[in-house]
């Protein structure tokens, strides 16, 4: 092999291997500044806190009671500014501590049952679902920790 070959060889692997180590650098720093996708899917979120829940309150409550639950629990993140409009590939610039509160959510729940004629027989039942949403909401990755 010729020494131009050869040394024409070497400056092309060198070349892609730059290229490539730039590319990818740049694209592990660009995800690494962006929220990881959540993917909330309602009739996964009602499997879940369905078994979730305690044998009493699976007893006394629907699957579609808790549908309905955690689309009022949706709505009312929402109606409180916790839902972003947009969060694909958005980057992670959230700086202010959100906390909900269970007893406000609690309550609204047992209004809203009230309002749509939903016989909820133990309160508790309510506070358990929301316990469940949230444990969802967290094991997808959509919410951090509780507040201290």
């Known amino acids: 092999m010729e020494p131009v070959t050869v040394v024409f060889v070497v400056l092309t692997t060198a070349v892609v291997f ?3 180590a730039v590319t990818v650098g740049r694209e592990a720093r660009r995800l690494d500044a962006v929220a990881p996708r959540v993917v909330y ?3 996964e979120a009602v499997v ?19 549908e309905a639950m955690l689309r009022e629990h949706l709505n009312w993140l929402g109606e409180r500014g916790l839902q972003a409009p947009d969060t694909v590939d958005r980057r992670q610039d959230i700086v202010d501590e959100v906390v909900v509160d269970m007893d406000a959510l609690t309550a ?13 027989l133990d309160d508790v039942d309510v506070v358990r ?4 949403h949230l ?5 997808i990755g959509a919410v951090g920790p509780p507040a201290d």
């Open 48 to 66: 879940f806190v369905g078994d979730s829940l305690p044998v009493d309150t699976q007893a006394r409550v629907t699957f579609d009671e808790v």
């Open 41 to 43: 899917r309602i009739d």
């Open 108 to 120: 609204h729940l047992l209004a809203r049952a009230a309002e749509r004629g939903v016989d909820i």
């Open 18 to 20: 730059v290229t490539a």
């Open 129 to 132: 679902v929301v316990e469940a």
């Open 135 to 139: 444990a969802y909401l967290g094991a």
